[in-house]
């Protein structure tokens, strides 16, 4: 059997396409209640083991599954899925991701069902999983710049990538309103804090994606700007009134609705102004609130119903923490489809047989839920019509076989580089400038790169090399120093500033709570910046991830925002088509006057109090400013 599988799919290859079968466009009359079932479900195998790890921290050890095997090969023929997201792990360069999928489109279309929808989360910017591929600048750096040609282009080049891999979805746009800075998951993944900007952005992203033949799946509705807490680990609650969600979190989706989207995801967050119903935890044995996912309020009679959604609703990932811990993973499903959700993600994450059995048990839930009446067979077939509607219009009812040729000239092409460097220069926003900047380095004089982390450093480097090489500043030299871990300046800092001529510093700092005194990922910055001020050695702070360190490096005399901490591999200094985080290599192109920082706040920097927390009454720098 593996021997006329494989032959039929090099059989496939050669033709140069693989059809899905008419089924797709049947009605649904003859589908057994497990088959539209798993229409309603979109798996992940990121990682495969045979046998089940031994641990949590075993499990995130395993190598990603790159290309089929028969254990995987034997669990699509049997379960069908409507869907499969891919991740990090799966995208290990351009040909594999691509033979990867073909190869799962494959099996299931050889076993009877329609195509798969095929999804991923590339964002851009901070949320990228092709390890080939064009970055592109990200959603907060878009929204520094606020051009709705460069959100589309941004969003082209992001859609004609994996349509060239085979994709058909993109978890992307993020409608999520950035207007809390103590948000420790959305932060640079949003356009800013203006409801406005961030509908006028995120349909111009939209139309790319669009454009390129990519689904948007706009996320995560009703909105996960407001949080404190990550839904991967907890539940959040967002605990507004209906009034302030309606002029805040809410106007980005109805204007995607408005534009005609197709896709929406939800959020595993509590809002009790808009539904307070009552559940018991399966984790602590009390009464919560269900979260946006679950809920019919929510979901049926807010957005489909008020808002006028009529296209395909997917959950945000069922595996997280949100939804697994206190609900199970049958139950969740069974909840989310009486809400009037259509597709759950990833109810269970894959890795090993013990996983699919999870997910066999759960599927048994919902046909016992079936069975009860609490779900119904026509709620089920009006839900895959949707799935199929939303297959048929987008193309991905039936699956050809990306060439290769046309793949290898697209992920990453010149074009696109181009395209991205420019974006991401631009979008910098220039915070301060006491007449350090541009910098000026005469030939042989001596620049040190100093960096939270090693890759960091390499983006760096990267950024400063390549203006040498094409001319654009003089041959110095580079010494480089991490200060990851630190606990004050040591002497192989300190003698390293004394034999420098100019100081890049970048800071990374990752949450509210690491700007805080006794972390290290502000404490060494601030030293750092006291000791450049008590000297005359020309430098620039570049703030690489959470804009709110701003207010903690107001001594900087000359400051930076790039709003993207992805540094760059080594291996990408050998591969031109090596995915890496475009904007610190881009911020050296402004800091030394070979581009202009178009950029200004989206977001509003709030002063610090005494203890280093946020004074959210006291605006320090204004969304929109720039000191220039």
């Excluded at 960096?451 to 500043?473: P, Q």
């Excluded at 030299?477 to 500033?497: H, N, P, Q």
């Amino acid at each position: 059997m593996r021997k006329s599988t494989s032959l039929m799919l090099a059989f496939s290859l050669l033709l140069g396409g693989i059809a899905a079968p008419a089924r797709a466009q049947d009605e649904l009359s003859d589908y057994s209640v497990r088959a539209l079932i798993m229409q309603k479900i979109m798996v992940s195998v990121r990682q495969w083991s045979e046998t089940t790890p031994e641990s949590e921290e075993a499990r995130k050890a395993l190598p990603g599954l790159t290309e089929m095997n028969d254990s995987v090969r034997a669990f699509f023929t049997e379960y069908k899925p409507g869907g499969v997201i891919l991740f990090a792990n799966n995208a290990d360069g351009t040909i594999t991701t691509l033979r990867l999928i073909s190869a799962m489109q494959e099996t299931v279309t050889s076993a009877g069902a329609p195509a798969m929808l095929v999804a991923i989360d590339q964002e851009g910017g901070y949320v990228t999983r092709l390890s080939q591929g064009t970055s592109t600048a990200g959603n907060m750096a878009l929204g520094a710049l606020g051009d709705e040609k460069s959100a589309r282009e941004s969003a082209e080049i992001i859609g004609e990538e994996l349509k060239a891999l085979g994709f058909s979805v993109d978890f992307a746009p993020s409608l999520d309103v950035n207007c809390n800075p103590l948000n420790p998951i959305i932060n640079v993944r949003s356009f800013g804090k203006s409801p406005s900007e961030v509908s006028r952005l995120g349909l111009a992203f939209m139309s790319g994606l669009s454009g390129a033949g990519i689904v948007p799946a706009v996320k995560h509705f009703p909105g996960h700007g407001d949080t404190t807490t990550d839904s991967h680990s907890e539940l959040p609650l967002v605990g507004k009134s209906y009034d302030e969600i309606e002029k805040t979190e809410l106007p980005p989706f109805q204007a995607a609705i408005d534009a005609g989207a197709k896709m929406i995801m939800t959020a595993h967050i509590q809002y009790p102004a808009l539904d307070d119903t009552k559940a018991v935890s399966a984790l602590t044995g009390e009464s919560i609130t269900i979260p946006a996912t679950l809920s019919r309020k929510i979901i049926t009679e807010l957005l489909r119903e008020k808002m006028g959604f009529d296209g395909v609703v997917i959950t945000d990932a069922m595996d997280m923490d949100a939804i697994a811990a206190h609900f199970g993973v049958g139950e969740a499903m069974i909840r989310a489809f009486t809400a009037g959700v259509d597709i759950a993600l990833m109810p269970v994450s894959i890795v090993c047989p013990d996983d699919i059995e999870k997910l066999e048990a759960a599927i048994q839930e919902v046909e016992g839920a079936v069975e009860d009446g609490r779900l119904t067979r026509e709620a089920l077939e009006a839900s895959v019509r949707r799935i199929m509607k939303l297959k048929e219009e987008s193309g991905a009812a039936k699956y050809s076989q990306p060439d290769i040729s046309i793949a290898l000239s697209t992920v990453a092409s010149k074009k696109h580089r181009e395209i991205e460097r420019e974006t991401a220069a631009q979008s910098a926003c220039i915070i301060a400038n006491d007449g350090m900047l541009p910098l000026k380095l005469g030939e042989g004089k001596t620049l040190l790169l100093i960096a939270a982390y090693a890759n960091e450093i390499t983006s760096m480097r990267f950024g400063v090399n390549r203006l040498m090489r094409e001319g654009k500043i003089p041959n110095i030299k580079i010494t480089e120093y991490v200060y990851k871990g630190k606990a004050e300046l040591d002497d192989e800092l300190l003698s390293l500033i004394d034999g420098a001529d100019a100081v890049i510093l970048d800071s990374e700092i990752s949450s509210v709570a690491r700007l805080r005194a006794g972390s290290w990922q502000s404490d060494i910055p601030l030293a750092i910046i006291d000791n450049l001020n008590g000297s005359k050695t020309p430098y620039c702070c570049v703030s690489i991830h959470l804009p709110q360190d701003a207010a903690l490096l107001t001594s900087a005399r000359a400051l930076i925002a790039v709003f993207n901490p992805s540094g760059m591999s080594d291996l990408a200094l050998g591969d031109d088509t090596y995915a890496y985080g475009a904007n610190l290599p881009a911020a050296m192109d402004v800091i030394f006057g070979a581009a202009q920082a178009r950029g200004k706040l989206p977001v509003t920097i709030y002063a610090l109090d005494e203890n280093r927390d946020i004074d959210m009454t006291k605006a320090l720098y204004p969304r929109g400013y720039s000191a220039k």
